[in-house]
């Protein structure tokens, strides 16, 4: 039903930027709610950020906050994870999730690669 495509993952030194996007296949996606998550192996997958469907509540976990800034453009199917002053301990896959209305329905992403060195 839903396929989604992440992409601008890389290699980034420590206080650089990325910006990672997420496009999505289908006609529904205004009105899903979206999300990022990453985890880092040997680590669970956490919460990034997520943002409403219409784009006016975002959220994000304590330790990316005041750094990664998520927002979308429903006009291109796509949501975006600006990422700056990045940090080591943010080397991990980022994975794009979509919530159907009510959370009937969740779909994700294959994930991207972000490693974070010097």
């Known amino acids: 039903q839903v396929q989604l495509v992440e992409s601008g993952g890389g290699l980034v030194q420590p206080g650089g930027s990325l910006r990672l996007s997420c496009v999505a296949s289908?006609?529904?996606?205004?009105?899903?709610?979206m999300s990022w998550y990453r985890q880092a192996p040997g680590k669970e997958r956490e919460l990034v950020a997520r943002i409403s469907s219409a784009g006016g509540s975002t959220n994000y976990a304590d330790s990316m906050k005041g750094r990664f800034t998520i927002s979308r453009d429903n006009a291109k199917n796509t949501v975006y994870l600006q990422m700056n002053s990045l940090k080591p301990e943010d080397t991990a896959v980022y994975y794009c999730?979509?919530?159907?209305?009510?959370?009937?329905?969740?779909?994700w992403g294959q994930g991207t690669q972000v490693t974070v060195s010097s």
């Open positions: 999730k979509a919530e159907s209305p009510g959370r009937l329905w969740v779909y």
């Open positions: 289908g006609s529904t996606f205004s009105s899903y709610a």
